[in-house]
């Protein structure tokens, strides 16, 4: 079955850096896209970044484009998210989903995300 797994989150301080992966099973990777979205505290969920791993297009959202960096590999199954420069206000839970599809028109998180993953917390803080 369809099965998405984050891991690497965890208690961190300001200003490092974290690669968040996530590992999935039971489908073709390139054949999709991958999005990550996150959730802080008493927030929405908003979409970070986005992957179509078919033509290795990307996008991040405004606030996180000069400190992220969406990556897959194919053969491990699993897209990446690296974060650097670690700020308190990136503390969150953070999911990956599965696009229905492989591309986006503008915005990828207009689409339909069909499988999801249960989320890994990062906490920033000192």
């Known amino acids: 079955q369809v099965q998405l797994v984050e891991s690497g989150g965890g208690l961190v301080q300001p200003g490092t850096s974290l690669r968040l992966s996530c590992a999935v099973s039971g489908f073709t990777l390139g054949y999709y896209a991958i999005g990550w979205f996150r959730q802080a505290p008493g927030k929405e969920r908003e979409g970070v970044s986005c992957i179509s791993v078919s033509d290795g297009s990307t996008y991040y959202a405004d606030s996180v484009k000069d400190r992220f960096t969406i990556s897959s590999d194919n053969a491990k199954n699993t897209v990446y998210l690296q974060i650097f420069s670690l700020k308190p206000e990136d503390t969150a839970v953070y999911y990956c989903?599965?696009?229905?599809?492989?591309?986006?028109?503008?915005?990828?998180?207009?689409?339909?995300?069909?499988?999801w993953g249960q989320g890994t917390q990062v906490t920033v803080s000192s």
């Open positions: 989903a599965r696009m229905y599809g492989s591309r986006w028109i503008g915005n990828p998180w207009q689409n339909e995300y069909d499988y």
